[in-house]
């Protein structure tokens, strides 16, 4: 017997579906399919990339619009209800992010951030030819 209310896990099921259509999925998928092999969250590395391609001494993040303060984009506007919290939390984040590519760059790693609003179907081509540059500079 499912131990959930079925509104509970419909609620629950919707969330796992949404989880599989993340944009780092979509950047992983598009990846593999571009022919690239990569490793996923190395811990090891500053701000933990969610890829990276050890061949290519190369990384990359990909980032909410709105926790890691994506500039000149809709999706990282602020709510108007305790905006001085979030404004503080996410430039905190955004702090965080550049220090982590800093030292990322100093070890001798190539970055590239990916941001949400890039994933969109319409957005891929544009997508892949930016992975396609970055990959083979
Ligand atoms: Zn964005």
Redesign the pocket.
Known sequence: MDSFSKEKRSQIMSKIKSKNTTPELIVRRLLHKMGYRFRLHRTDLPGKPDIVLPRFKKVIFVNG?FWHG?SN?K??QLPESNKKFWQDKISRNINRDAENIKKLIEMGWGVLTI???QTKKRGIENLEMLLDAFLKK
Request: charged share 25%.
């Open positions: 619009c994506h984009c999706k990282s941001w949400d609003c």
